[in-house]
C-alpha cells in the first residue's frame, strides 16, 4: 500500500465506550479532524502498527480505520488498540502512531463473539508481524519522540 508506513498523531478522544465495555479490547479514538485528515484513498480494514502516548514507550498496536458495520457507524473512524495493558484512561493525552502494514478488510459479523474472535486473530497477527526485523526497526523512529513532552503513565 503506498500510503505506508503512514505516521500520525493526535489528541485521544472519547469514542462510542464499547471498546473496553463490549469487546474487552480498549480503543483510543482520534478526534473527527485527525481522521479527516488521514489520505481519503487509504483502504478501510484492519491494520497494525506501533503506538505511543505522550512521551511513554512505544507499544505494538492493532489499529481499525471505517465504518465499524457491525455498530453501523455513520462517521469514519480510526480506533488504535495498543497492545499493552495501562493503569488509567489517557483521554487528552497525545497519541502518536505509525501504521506499517495492512491485516484485513473491514467486515461485518454475525454476532458479538465473532466480532470479538476476529479481533483477538487480528492482535495476535500484529503481534507476529510487529516482531519482524523490518517492522521492529521503525518502533525506533525519531518520530516517537516528542519534544519536551512530559512522560505519561510509563507502566
Known sequence: MRHLPYFCRGEVVKGFGRGSRELGVPTANFSEQVVESFPSDIPTGIYYGWACVGNGDVHKMVLSIGWNPFYKN????????????????????????????????????????ALISAIQEDIEEAKRQLDLPEHLKLKEDNFFHLPGGKIVNNH
Not at 497525545?94 to 454476532?111: C, M, Q, T, V
Open 74 to 113: 455513520t462517521k469514519k473512524s480510526v480506533e488504535t488498540h495498543i497492545i499493552h495493558t495501562f493503569k488509567e484512561d489517557f483521554y487528552g493525552e497525545i497519541l502518536s502512531i505509525a501504521i506499517i502494514g495492512y491485516i484485513r478488510p473491514e467486515k461485518n459479523f454475525d454476532s458479538l463473539e
